[in-house]
């Protein structure tokens, strides 16, 4: 466990046990995140990521032990205010309009839309702001991709989960997007992100959380991941924690 922050954690499990049918998928005993930690959750192919944020965004409920978000149950009104949640493959409608899909994103995390900070989050992200007139349907996966991150981000939520936010980016956006973040860690707001992408982790994230087989196997800075395996380099480092650690 590492010590909060200050104040109120942004995140706490305990003794957290989440099951599909009698499989016990996820296990973590004790994790706190503290305000304005920026985090990088990675593992391999079905280490438990996903089923980690949805458990903190209070979609999966839990066989045992808690999440709390600022230290209210998260599926409470004051937990729901404080967090912007953006799963792996959010699809919209091919119908909307990007910014009506847009506009119920952020009406979802209790904000309302202005057309020009839409505007400024779409080209801050590298997407066209004149796309947003037309329907999502007639837009690429990368572009649908890109308004839901810039509505999730225009959201300004004081915890922000974001599942695997640079799959099916270009080089590009992937950038803008690692500007976002670290704008985001400067206003110090809690972000929690998974990524396969090791070397964003080491550049955006403070600490970095691994999983394997649902449970928590190395909770601390990427530096010293790669420290305890001889600078080795994170993403080696990372699987050799994960084959011998
Ligand atoms: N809908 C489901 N029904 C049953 N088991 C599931 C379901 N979704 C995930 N699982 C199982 O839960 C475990 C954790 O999966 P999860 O999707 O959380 O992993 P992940 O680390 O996000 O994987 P990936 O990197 O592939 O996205 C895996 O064993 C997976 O098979």
Not at 48 to 58: E, F, H, P, S, W
């Amino acid at each position: 466990m590492t010590a909060e922050v200050g104040g109120t954690p942004a995140l706490a499990l305990a003794g957290l046990r989440i099951r599909r049918g009698r499989r016990q998928t996820l296990a973590i005993d004790d994790l706190v995140i503290g305000p304005g930690e920026v985090v990088g959750l990675v593992g391999l192919n079905g280490a438990g990521k996903t089923t980690l944020l949805r458990a903190c965004a209070g979609l999966l409920a839990p066989a045992a032990g808690s999440v709390r978000l600022f230290g209210a149950d998260p599926r409470a009104a004051p937990a729901r205010r404080a967090l912007a949640y953006l799963p792996e493959n959010h699809r919209p409608m091919a119908v909307l309009r990007g910014d009506h899909w847009a506009r119920a994103l952020l009406l979802g995390h209790g904000k309302t839309m202005e057309p020009t900070a839409l505007a400024s989050a779409c080209q801050a992200l590298a997407l066209d702001p004149a796309l947003l007139g037309r329907p999502v349907g007639q837009w690429s996966k990368g572009g649908e991709r890109k308004l839901a991150l810039a509505a999730t981000l225009l959201a300004a939520a004081p915890l922000t989960l974001l599942d695997e936010p640079a799959a099916g980016l270009d080089p590009r956006a992937r950038v803008a997007l690692k500007d976002r973040l670290l704008a985001a860690r400067a206003e110090a707001r809690t972000v929690v992100l998974s990524s396969h992408l090791l070397a964003d982790v080491e550049e955006l994230c403070d600490r970095l959380l691994v999983l394997r087989d649902g449970t928590l196997i190395f909770d601390g800075p990427p530096a010293a991941l790669c420290a305890r395996y001889g600078g080795i380099g994170l993403e080696r480092a990372f699987l050799a924690h994960i084959d011998h650690g």
